[in-house]
């Protein structure tokens, strides 16, 4: 990441977003080609709704400029984070990236919550950092290890081909599906170490993202799930990657079920996705975007679920 000063988003990127935010189709084609068009790295704002603090945008990164454009990334979880999470709570942040979440979050929860931004990208975790610090957020803790099962030292590689560090966040030890990315070696950590490291105990809301290495990372926090110590997860599970290393959505779906967890589907559909991304204001129920999940239930190629414990399903 640049040590150079940013300065405000172009006027044409605000006016830009106020267009595609209210088009009932086509977003991400108008998103890409305003994106083409190009701009030096400059301070976004999320929405008024998810806090509104600054963030690190460069349009070259998908992730970037789907927020700073559209207002949402993956907007089915940004709603039911907005549900699930109140004043005070604590939230954590698995794949992390550059703080999408991590943000939203430290808004939702308040600066009486707690939130825990685990990411394995060094160039992600400067970013992570960055944006904390520009908007005084002290409630966020990050911490730059890969999740995992045991302590040690993994080689990840980064997606795409570009070396530039101001975009392409994303690390992935799926080696067989993904290449010809830089290669980094990172540190591997349990969560229930990390959560240890940073005083928390029991976490409200749980979220995963981390490119077939939930199975892995899920063995590595044993002991909160055994003692009930995690209420919620939002997981997205990565079917492709999990076989590539060794493991199957069969064995993440069985781990949890065996500590007592039920499951949810998260809708993905482009009707899902168009209702969610339109949604303003926070507080709307996420149960048109859920559905129970059975043993047996074709989850498809990427599933995305929320798991609870008993006693706190989502509200109808």
Not at 24 to 39: C, E, K, L, S
Request: net charge negative; with cysteine.
């Amino acid at each position: 990441m640049s040590d150079m000063p940013l300065g405000p988003a172009p006027r044409w990127v605000g006016a830009a977003a106020s267009i595609i935010q209210r088009l009932p189709a086509g977003r991400y084609r108008a998103m890409n080609w305003v994106a083409a068009r190009g701009a030096d790295p400059f301070w976004a704002r999320m929405p008024a709704d998810l806090g509104g603090a600054l963030f690190r945008c460069d349009l070259r990164d998908p992730l970037m400029r789907e927020v700073c454009l559209t207002g949402r990334y993956e907007p089915q979880e940004t709603t039911l984070l907005q549900q699930l999470l109140e004043p005070g709570m604590t939230c954590v942040d698995v794949g992390a990236n550059w703080g999408y979440f991590a943000l939203v979050a430290a808004h939702l929860v308040g600066p009486d919550g707690r939130v825990v931004a685990v990411e394995a990208d060094p160039r992600a975790c400067r970013t992570l950092r960055a944006n904390a610090a520009r908007n005084h957020l002290d409630h966020i803790s990050v911490v730059e290890a890969a999740a995992s099962d045991r302590p040690g030292t993994i080689g990840l590689q980064a997606y795409g081909h570009g070396a530039d560090d101001l975009s392409n966040f994303g690390l992935t030890s799926t080696t067989t599906i993904i290449a010809g990315g830089s290669r980094f070696e990172v540190a591997a950590r349990p969560l229930d170490a990390v959560l240890d490291q940073v005083g928390i105990e029991r976490v409200d809301v749980l979220k995963m993202d981390i490119e077939g290495a939930e199975a892995r990372a899920l063995a590595g926090l044993e002991r909160r799930l055994s003692a009930s110590a995690i209420d919620r997860i939002v997981l997205e599970l990565h079917p492709a990657h999990l076989r590539d290393q060794g493991s199957s959505v069969d064995a993440v779906v069985s781990l949890l079920r065996g500590h007592g967890y039920a499951a949810w589907r998260i809708d993905h559909s482009p009707d899902a996705y168009r209702w969610a991304a339109q949604m303003r204001g926070g507080r709307e129920t996420p149960a048109s975007l859920l559905a129970p999940y059975r043993d047996g239930d074709h989850l498809g190629e990427w599933p995305h679920l929320l798991w609870t414990r008993t006693g706190l399903e989502p509200r109808a």
